[in-house]
C-alpha cells in the first residue's frame, strides 16, 4: 500500500508551550467548485500563518513524466498554525485518489494535531452544497458530529443541510466523522453552489463569513470578490467568438 508520511517543520513547535491550551482545526480539501479548497488555502494565506508540518501520500496510479525520466508522484498536503487565533489550519490542493488514503491522511491529520499537547476545541470543515436555481449571496448550511453543538450553529444564524442529503463523500466529510471516534467536536460548513466545474469564490466567502461568526476571528475576505469577478471574465472570454476566420499567414 501505498505511504502516507507526515514530515514535521517545525520540531519545537508545541500548542501547550505556545499557547497554554485549547485550539482550533480548519481542514478541508477541494471538492465540487474547489470550494473546501478556497476557503482552507485563504486562511492559510491571510492570516499570520507559519507552516509547522506537511503530510505526503503517494498513491497515485500514474507517474509523472519529464524530459525522459519518470519519478513516483505524489501530493503534499501542508499544515500551517495562526498564534493569534490558535488556529491550525490544513489545506492541499486535491483530494486522495483511493479510499484507504483518504482514511490515512485524516488519521494523519488528527494525530499530528493531538501530538502537539494542546486540547483541540473543535474541528472545522467545508465544501459545496450543490443545490438548484440560486438567488443572491450564497447561504451556508452545516451539520455537526455531536448533537450538542446544533444549538451552536442555530444561535449563528446557520440552518443545517438539507434531510435530501444523506452522505458526505471524501476528506470533507470522512474527516468529521473520524474526529467524533476520537471525541473531537466537529462542525461542517458547505455553501450553496450551483456550477460544480468552475472555482466558486463566493462560496467560499460565504464559509469564512460563517467561521468568523463562529469563531469571532477578523477576516478581509473582500479579494474572493475580485476572484469571482476575474473568473467571469475569463468565463466571457471563452464565449467570445474570434475575430478571425480561416485562413493563411
Not at 467571469?232 to 476566420?245: A, F, M, S, V
Request: hydrophobic share 40%; with cysteine; aromatic share 8%.
Amino acid at each position: 500500500m501505498a505511504a502516507v508520511r507526515t514530515t514535521v517543520l517545525k520540531k519545537e513547535f508545541r500548542i501547550d508551550n505556545n499557547d497554554e491550551g485549547d485550539f482550533v482545526i480548519f481542514a478541508s480539501l477541494p471538492d465540487m467548485g474547489r470550494v473546501g479548497g478556497l476557503v482552507s488555502s485563504f486562511l492559510a494565506q491571510n492570516l499570520k500563518c507559519e507552516q509547522v508540518a506537511e503530510i505526503t501520500s503517494s498513491d497515485k496510479p500514474w507517474v509523472a513524466y519529464s524530459d525522459g525520466v519518470v519519478r513516483s508522484a505524489s501530493d503534499t498536503y501542508r499544515i500551517f498554525y495562526a498564534p493569534a487565533e490558535k488556529l491550525l489550519v490544513f489545506t492541499g490542493e486535491s483530494q486522495p485518489q483511493d479510499p484507504s488514503q483518504l482514511y490515512a491522511l485524516c488519521n494523519a491529520l488528527l494525530d499530528y494535531a493531538q501530538s502537539l499537547g494542546g486540547r483541540v476545541r473543535r474541528l472545522y470543515g467545508a465544501g459545496g452544497y450543490l443545490r438548484d436555481q440560486l438567488t443572491g449571496a450564497p447561504r451556508v448550511c452545516g451539520v455537526v458530529n455531536n448533537p450538542a453543538l446544533k444549538s451552536v450553529l442555530a444561535q449563528a444564524g446557520i440552518e443545517p443541510v438539507g434531510s435530501e442529503i444523506t452522505s458526505i463523500t471524501w476528506f470533507n466529510g470522512v474527516v468529521l466523522g473520524l474526529a467524533a471516534e476520537r471525541g473531537i467536536d466537529a462542525i461542517g460548513l458547505f455553501g450553496e453552489i450551483a456550477e460544480t466545474t468552475v472555482p466558486q469564490p463566493l462560496a467560499a466567502k460565504s464559509i469564512l463569513s460563517a467561521f468568523s461568526r463562529l469563531e469571532k476571528i477578523h477576516l478581509d475576505i473582500k479579494q474572493l470578490d475580485r476572484q469571482y469577478e476575474s473568473i467571469l471574465e475569463d468565463l466571457q472570454k471563452k464565449k467570445e467568438p474570434t475575430k478571425y476566420g480561416p485562413g493563411i499567414g
